[in-house]
């Protein structure tokens, strides 16, 4: 493995050009668009031979490309590691949650958050509404 410098600086007397990061949204972009010339496609696979450059960022069809996984596989698990809404399900999206789900999410949130959340909510506008139906300052 040869040694390489991350920011171009020279080691062992040699200058190590600095490692290029590439987004892979970009390239995808740039490839789809017909604006890669063949001279930078040659360049780019080179400089990542030789670790002169890394890909970041990439697109799904790329990930499985390199990887060999299917389309399938690499759903299933983007579902498995989506962040979690309330219960761990998408509850809040629903027309009609049921009462399970806003159980699940009272216990998620804590029963003193959803008291001051509702009181926050309920609160008069004013201080003569306030009058007007016995609560007290």
């Not at 972009?29 to 010339?37: I, N, P, R």
């Not at 999206?93 to 958050?113: C, F, H, M, Q, S």
Request: hydrophobic residues 40%.
């Amino acid at each position: 493995m040869e040694p390489h410098a991350e920011n171009g600086m020279p080691h062992g007397g040699v200058q190590v050009p600095a490692v290029k990061p590439i987004s892979g949204k970009e390239l995808a972009k740039a490839l789809k668009a017909g604006t890669v010339t063949p001279d930078f496609t040659a360049w780019l696979a080179y400089r990542l031979q030789v670790g002169g450059a890394w890909l970041h960022h990439l697109t799904a069809k790329q990930a499985r490309q390199v990887t060999g996984a299917i389309c399938a596989d690499l759903a299933a698990e983007r579902r498995k590691n989506r962040p979690a809404n309330g219960n761990g399900k998408r509850v809040l999206y629903r027309r009609n949650p049921t009462e399970a789900d806003v159980d699940a999410i009272v216990a998620k949130l804590g029963p003193d958050k959803v008291m001051q959340a509702l009181d926050r909510m309920t609160k008069p506008r004013c201080a003569r509404t306030g009058e007007m139906f016995g609560a007290s300052r």
